[in-house]
């Protein structure tokens, strides 16, 4: 066989070959299946009260599935909405679908897939949104205070972020009343409410361009409005940034230290504190965090599935792999995990948007 043979024939090899039946679970009695695929670049999930699961990109497309129930895997997918402007973030409260472009909000009343054929875009009901790419992908979730909440990355590797950059914001759901909750923030794709503490976590991507090993990626809890995390003076709780923070020793002092100073580079994004029954009891309120995985580091690390485990104080006592090898031993990329959903079985489902896939992982009690 010929060099471009071979190229030809380990490239359909890795094809053929599904992250799901390569990736390690933790357990024999968890099973990693697709859920959908055929998707482009999917990042975060929302659920309607008929089960329609919306999918929101980094193209410019929003997908709406049907789920087969027998099945528990797509059963249809349609594009709801195209030519949008990378919308990414998807919530549905109360059965109303907000979604988000890099600029600005939309929000689709009484959503349901009988409904979807007669669903025109409308207007965006916001539309102050900072409008930049860089670090511009939102991300929503609607809070315990009935207010929507969204990040706003910084424009940049590291700087003195523009006003209302490097930030946690909410409105409220008339689009109304914005307002800063914390600072400090370099870009946070993925935030969740503890259900038992009530308290607001987030993950927040370290800077680029200080070695392999620094700074930490982060986790993040907000236990006050206002607080700052440090950016782009302290990194991670520890690191004193070499431009901002060069003559002052004591500046990490200054600000909110993580709860979880993750691995360098592993680019944590989506977060889901689980609060089903299906998995085993010590993953009941545990903290799953997507590690989407590094782009700039010698040695690749993240692409993995991680999980924190708390004691009876909410303290994080353990940081581990929930499921790893969405990297192949050869650095080959086989899947890069972003969102969670969880399905009222108790199943979870997580975005791939390098491979356009859905997976669900599920429980069974016996294999």
């Not at 969880?342 to 356009?356: A, N, Q, R, Y």
């Amino acid at each position: 066989m010929t060099g471009l043979g071979l190229v030809a024939s380990w490239f359909c090899a890795v094809l053929q070959a599904s992250p799901a039946t390569q990736i390690k679970l933790p357990d024999p009695k968890f099973k990693m299946e697709v859920f959908a695929e055929g998707l482009d670049t999917p990042r975060t999930l929302a659920r309607a009260d008929d089960g329609t699961v919306f999918v929101g990109t980094r193209s410019d497309k929003i997908y709406a599935i049907r789920l087969d129930e027998k099945e528990r895997k797509a059963a249809e997918i349609k594009v709801l909405y195209s030519g949008l402007n990378a919308p990414n973030g998807v919530v549905v409260h109360k059965n109303t679908l907000y979604f988000a472009e890099i600029h600005q909000i939309y929000k689709v009343e009484n959503v349901s897939w009988k409904t979807l054929n007669s669903v025109k875009l409308p207007k965006p009901f916001y539309t102050e949104l900072l409008n930049n790419p860089h670090h511009g992908y939102r991300v929503l979730a609607v809070g315990p205070d009935e207010k929507l909440y969204f990040g706003l990355g910084v424009p940049c590797n590291v700087c003195v972020p523009p006003k209302n950059y490097g930030s946690l914001a909410r409105i409220s759901l008339d689009g109304k009343k914005f307002e800063i909750i914390a600072e400090g923030i370099r870009n946070s794709v993925g935030f969740d409410w503890d259900p038992v503490s009530k308290l607001l976590w987030f993950s927040d991507n370290g800077r680029d361009w200080l070695g392999d090993n620094l700074p930490p990626c982060e986790l993040n809890q907000i236990s006050k409005p206002g607080q700052h995390f440090g950016f782009p003076y302290c990194h991670g709780g520890m690191v004193a940034d070499p431009e901002f923070s060069s003559s002052d020793p004591k500046a990490c002092e200054k600000y909110e230290a993580p709860q979880v100073k993750l691995g360098a580079h592993v680019a944590p994004l989506g977060i889901h504190f689980y609060r089903g029954k299906q998995f085993p009891e010590h993953y009941r309120n545990a903290l799953f965090v997507a590690e989407h995985g590094s782009w700039n580091r010698s040695a690749p690390v993240g692409y993995r599935i991680a999980v924190a485990t708390f004691d009876s104080n909410r303290k994080v006592t353990k940081y581990e792999a929930f499921t790893e090898g969405w990297l192949a031993r050869d650095r080959h990329v086989l899947a890069r995990p972003v969102g969670f959903l969880e399905l009222p079985d108790g199943s979870l489902l997580v975005t791939d948007d390098f491979g356009g896939k859905i997976f669900r992982i599920s429980y069974a009690a016996t294999p």
